[in-house]
């Protein structure tokens, strides 16, 4: 079946502009994460949906940064105002049920560029 | 603090050459201990969860195994193809995710 999906798979955005960053996760999984990965780092989280409801949104590095997953699927993140450290990885993930104590399934990521 | 700690950064095996990753963590109350596998370019592939001390799983060549401070990986004569970075993951307070930094694995023919 189709995996967790993202989109676009590259984006180039010019410091102060706001990027959107798109995740389909797989059809009825609970569960969505949003992490950042900086080049030869691992994922570090910034935020988890279960459902529609953000239920942490701890990792978020600055109010620049938004997500929301209105109808428990498909969620965006949004980043406003873009800066040069803001240039990483973004991958998305989902997870059939409710909860971090199960497996996660990614999917390809987004690279932002700020330039 | 949460915290996870893989070791080593970096492995070259020869193909056939036995080896083992090293993930230690500090965590209040394991819920879980996940490995993944990645590719570059890619996003991490799920392997195994280990959920409590002693516990073992196994797939293909990679065997991972749980003590109460850590896990290990262990890779079984190894082939090109099992070259990635290896990370190791647990759940933190609320609903964070830690990972550890990896361990990129490169197997020469």
């Known amino acids: 079946g189709a995996g967790v999906s993202q989109s676009p798979r590259y984006k180039v955005a010019k410091r102060g502009q706001d990027v959107a960053l798109r995740c389909d996760p797989i059809?009825?999984?609970?569960?969505l994460f949003w992490y950042q990965q900086a080049l030869g780092q691992g994922p570090e989280f910034l935020t988890y949906?279960?459902?529609?409801?953000?239920?942490?949104k701890s990792g978020l590095p600055s109010d620049r940064f938004f997500a929301e997953r209105p109808e428990g699927s498909v969620s965006t993140l949004k980043i406003q105002r873009t800066q040069q450290e803001d240039s990483a990885v973004y991958l998305c993930?989902?997870?059939?049920?409710?909860?971090?104590?199960?497996?996660?399934?990614f999917g390809p990521g987004t690279r932002l560029t700020v330039t | 603090e949460d915290q996870v700690t893989q070791s080593p950064e970096a492995l070259r095996l020869q193909e056939g050459e036995s080896s083992s990753l090293n993930c230690s963590y500090t965590?209040?109350?394991?819920?879980?201990l996940f490995w993944y596998r990645q590719d570059p370019g890619k996003g991490p592939e799920f392997l195994f969860t280990?959920?409590?001390a002693g516990e073992e799983k196994e797939k293909e060549r990679l065997k991972a195994t749980l003590t109460k401070k850590e896990s290990f990986l262990h890779i079984t004569a190894p082939k090109p193809e099992d070259s990635a970075t290896y990370l190791c993951?647990?759940?933190?307070?609320?609903?964070?995710?830690?990972f550890g930094t990896g361990t990129s694995l490169t197997v020469i023919p």
């Open positions: 280990l959920y409590s």
């Open positions: 059809s009825g999984h609970v569960s």
């Open positions: 993930a989902s997870s059939p049920r409710g909860g971090d104590s199960y497996e996660q399934y």
């Open positions: 993951a647990v759940p933190g307070a609320g609903n964070q995710f830690y």
């Open positions: 965590v209040s109350g394991l819920r879980g």
């Open positions: 949906f279960q459902n529609e409801a953000q239920l942490d």
